[in-house]
């Protein structure tokens, strides 16, 4: 239980100091959302592919899993969606929420709970999510008024898929990289993940909170249905080990946080996609801590 503790709280804790540090002050969350997205992360990828040995059984073996999880989830949701009678951008919305936050919850929590080599996997699982995320989360926020044919193409427009190319291309060939180069990315990177807290704990503090049965609904299929079909994903493909445990963390965690953004963007029910993400991270803190207690017993 204080593995646990120890990998949960500090999450808690620095979400929340960005969250009051919102409430205290007007803060531009989109500037930080920028830097995030176009200098910490990519640094932070680079970082933890390029200095990790990840066999390319293990890179199918993630993609894999990730798309049984994303028809597990498509499957289960839009049943229920039926039965809630949603239509429209409703529909969409509530499909848009089997979407987990990979980056701002799920690295840190995977770095706590699993350490370095553990957050080597969960980075892959990240960048193969993001592609999902930037492809299928744009369809369906699109797809009550037109087709998203080329939605796939949008996760090229940020350079993370660049550093992870770059960084596996190098590692596979022994390129090195200068030692002074080696170092100001280290630096850049080692300041992803709080500031990734930070800028969770901002947005949420930006939400008004809807209570609809729907949210709920939502939340309670993220956070149960999610890690279920993730364990079965891992059993089906094979993928073990530090692997299988860091996938299974990454896809526990709450709604992600980029559906909201989209959410806003075309119009689609974003009231309800941020009360969704704001209720699954405050119920994602005991949800994820019940898994990890459990994750040395499963049959992974």
Partial sequence: MTEVVSAIAPVAF???LGYLLRRRHLLDAKT?????????IPALVFDSIYGRDIAGGVFLRIALASVVVLGGMALLL??????????????????????????NFGLPVVLFAL??????????????????????????????????????????LYPMIYAFIL???????????????SRAVKLVA???????????????AETRVDTSRAVFVATGVRLVGGPLIAIFAVLVT????????AFILQMSGPV???MAAYAVQFNVAPRFLSSTVAWTFVFSLASVSVVLYFLDYLPV
């Fill in 14 to 16: 620095v979400a929340g």
């Fill in 32 to 40: 930080l959302a920028t830097c995030n997205i176009f200098l910490f």
């Fill in 78 to 103: 839009g049943a229920l969606a039926r039965l809630l009678k949603l239509e429209g951008s409703d529909s969409g919305a509530f499909m848009m929420t089997m979407f987990p936050n990979l980056g």
């Fill in 115 to 156: 350490g370095e080599e553990g957050l080597a996997f969960a980075v892959v699982v990240m960048v193969v999510g993001s592609a999902l995320q930037n492809s299928f989360g744009i369809y369906y926020a699109k797809r009550a008024t037109h087709g998203a044919g080329r939605a796939f193409f949008h996760v090229f």
């Fill in 167 to 181: 960084a596996l291309a190098l590692h596979q060939t022994d390129v090195g990289i200068p030692l002074a180069v």
């Fill in 190 to 204: 080692n300041a992803a993940i709080p500031v990734q807290l930070v800028l969770l704990g901002i947005q949420i």
């Fill in 238 to 245: 094979g993928l073990g080990g530090l692997a299988g445990q």
């Fill in 256 to 258: 992600a946080v980029g």
